[in-house]
């Protein structure tokens, strides 16, 4: 089931799912104002997570920098 919800997210639209991605990184208490381009950390690690949750936790270093 999860090879499925990657084969999804991977599919699909980038904004829809950085959108989703904001308020994931929001309910971890993460919201970096200076941080890249949500569309963009998208596209980098789409490919990589299975699920929406597995996305923002990946993608954590990414929007706070390594600090």
């Known amino acids: 089931m999860r090879w499925l919800n ?3 997210l991977m599919q699909a ?3 829809r799912l950085a959108k989703l991605l904001v308020q994931h ?3 971890l208490g993460i919201v970096e104002t200076d941080s890249p381009d949500p569309i963009e950390v998208i ?3 789409q490919g990589r997570a299975q699920t929406v949750v597995e996305l923002a936790t990946n993608s954590v270093l990414i929007v706070i920098g390594f600090k």
């Open 6 to 8: 990657q084969q999804y």
């Open 13 to 15: 639209d980038p904004g």
């Open 25 to 27: 990184l929001e309910n």
């Open 43 to 45: 596209k980098a690690q």
